[in-house]
């Protein structure tokens, strides 16, 4: 963990700072001035610019190969630059199947779970509907208990892949489901998977990202984790951050405003 995400976090985590945007480094729109010059305008005192870490053969989302040293030159400029306005991390989203990652140039790591393993390779949980549906189809024989099992017990594993500082979107494998009503998440199986992944996470004493990222793009209309996990995790002692997930200038702080009661 850097020096500057200790003192970001020494601050109140508020809805003031928001610590996970992309750019146009990975598979965001913009770039890192402008997701900056977004922060400012809605009032941050803090942002966390961030890249996805490389994946071979995913470089139509993630930084792509021996991109990480001019993404974090052209941030360290940035920081140099608004200094006085506003205070720049510089972060890597660091998915728990990349290699590599030189996490140490890094203020933070956000540890992530995209994907699943499969005996066809990894398959994208939250990219499309109708790919985590043939996720389910093909590899799980349909049972969507078993992937969302899966799902949980890889993320229970991302503190010790990645040695991350922030876990990224507790819930992802639900993206699609409020849409798509893939399966009910009232069941009991699907609450023992998360809190058994939830009870490990606990344990590392790592903070959890609210993120509102499903929520700006239409998916949702509540962040990641739900409102009934983020109660779980508080009752265990679990401490947050606040996330859009914005991939353009717009989203940056995304439904901020009514965070602070959740927590
Ligand atoms: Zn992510
Ligand atoms: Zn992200």
Redesign the pocket.
């Known amino acids: 963990m850097g020096k500057a995400f200790d003192k970001a976090l020494a601050g109140v985590v508020s809805s003031r700072s928001d610590f996970?945007v992309?750019t146009h480094y990975c598979d965001g729109k913009d770039s890192p001035r402008d997701m900056v010059l977004s922060g400012i305008s809605k009032g941050l005192d803090t942002i966390g610019i961030?890249c996805?870490s490389y994946l071979p053969g995913e470089e139509d989302w993630c930084i792509r190969n021996h991109g990480y040293d001019a993404f974090i030159s052209e941030i360290s400029a940035l920081k140099s630059e608004f200094s006085n306005r506003i205070n720049i991390l510089c972060g890597v989203?660091h998915d728990m199947f990349s290699k590599d990652v030189p996490s140490s140039s890094f203020d933070y790591v956000?540890g992530?779970v995209h994907m699943i393993e499969t005996q066809a390779g990894l398959v994208s949980i939250d990219w499309k509907p109708e790919i985590t549906s043939e996720l389910c189809m093909r590899h799980f024989s349909g049972d969507w208990m078993a992937l969302c099992g899966r799902y949980y017990e890889t993320l229970s594993r991302v503190v010790e892949a990645t040695d991350c500082d922030i876990i990224?979107?507790f819930d992802l494998i639900s993206k699609f489901n409020q849409a798509c009503g893939f399966f009910d998440e009232s069941r009991a199986e699907y609450e023992t998977a998360w809190k058994r992944c939830a009870d490990a996470l606990l344990g590392s004493g790592r903070r959890f990202e609210i993120n509102t990222?499903a929520i700006s793009r239409g998916c949702r209309t509540e962040q990641y984790p739900s409102n009934g996990m983020i109660g779980y995790l508080k009752r265990g002692g679990a401490g947050f951050v606040f996330?859009s997930?914005a991939?353009e200038v717009d989203a940056v702080a995304f439904g901020f405003d009514a965070l602070p009661t959740l927590v």
Request: proline letters at 0%.
């Open positions: 996970h992309h961030v996805h989203e956000i992530a990224a979107h990222g996330s997930d991939h």
